[in-house]
């Protein structure tokens, strides 16, 4: 069985640099706002555009802004980090790494079900925004977990 | 390559009826109230039938169930015949449709923002199996194709 659509190795790298680069976009962040985004409007991004727009709509571009590089990085990272091949790559790993693809969408669901049945209203939409990125945590830590199995017997 | 963690085939039936179910209730839904109302009223009156607050709650979990196992049955139910290529089209057809599914969703987080992301966020739940189904049951028909006009390449020069 041969892999078909996957980066190459290197792309793991540039996955896991993804995540670094989130982690210190969140620390920049937290310097520059230690009181969280109520104190948007007073950045100074925001201070410097000023010229051409009001404070609050530009304070409230930056947010938007931010809230979209953030989930780039984390989609874009945990798929690089997915779907790219191991340094040795066989038929055997290409099994694994679909066999956990499907249990990934199995056991996504199934939380998805529990979900639906037990959260109401406002409280759905944390779910719905984890629902974006579980599917490819709950593969990675599954394909991972494999391999890692596969090594030991070995 | 073996097959596994799939249901029987005589499963895609009942998938195909929840899915007919699910149509039904979203049709219903969308006629009735209007939409996605987050603000929904516990004691609003449920389409002139006086079902409550909870009942309206009931009816959405229905529909959400539905819609989810609806497709898994019929996404991940066995073929008549299974052998390893039908096993590597669906994997692949999996894979594709991740992959389609996240940049669909990329290029909505670029482009929407706000309220009108949580209808994006509420398609996302099913999208995914939906393009799995679609791209598997084409390659499918590719291949039946493909296969037929082989046979009749072979059989027709013996029996015309």
């Not at chain 1, 727009?53 to 874009?76: A, E, P, Q, W």
């Not at chain 1, 979900?115 to 990125?133: A, K, R, S, T």
Request: net charge positive; glycine share 6%; with cysteine.
């Amino acid at each position: 069985m041969k892999s078909r659509f996957l980066f190459s190795h290197g792309w793991r790298i540039i996955g896991y640099g993804c995540f670094t680069a989130l982690l210190a976009f969140a620390i920049i962040l937290k310097l520059l706002h230690p009181e969280g985004y109520a104190a948007v409007d007073l950045h100074p991004i925001a201070k410097a555009a000023h010229q051409s727009y009001n404070d609050v709509s530009t304070g409230l571009t930056f947010m938007r802004l931010h809230h979209d590089i953030v989930i780039l990085l984390v989609v874009s990272g945990l798929v690089f980090i997915g779907f790219s091949k191991e340094k040795i790559e066989d038929e055997q790993i290409a099994q694994l790494r679909l066999d956990s693809l499907q249990w990934a969408v199995y056991f996504n669901y199934a939380l998805f079900v529990g979900c639906v049945l037990f959260v109401y209203g406002i409280h759905f939409i944390p779910v719905l925004i984890f629902n974006i990125i579980s599917p490819l945590v709950f593969f990675i830590i599954r394909f991972r977990w494999k391999i890692y199995l596969l090594n030991r017997a070995i | 390559m073996k097959t596994r963690f799939l249901f029987p085939n005589k499963w895609r039936l009942p998938g195909i009826l929840m899915l007919l179910l699910a149509l039904l209730l979203i049709a219903y839904n969308c006629y009735s109230a209007g939409g996605y109302d987050l603000s929904a009223d516990p004691g609003e009156k449920f389409f002139g039938m006086g079902l409550s607050g909870k009942m309206v709650i009931v009816v959405d979990d229905i529909e959400y169930l539905s819609v989810i196992i609806g497709l898994l049955l019929v996404g991940f139910s066995k073929e008549k015949i299974e052998d390893e290529q039908i096993a590597q089209l669906r994997l692949d057809s999996l894979q594709w449709s991740v992959y389609f599914n996240y940049s669909l969703l990329i290029i909505c987080i670029i482009f929407i923002n706000g309220l009108g992301f949580l209808s994006v966020m509420a398609y996302n739940i099913m999208s995914q199996l939906l393009f799995f189904i679609i791209r598997f049951r084409w390659k499918l028909y590719q291949l039946n194709r493909l296969a037929k006009l082989e046979e009749n390449r072979t059989i027709s020069p013996i029996l015309k």
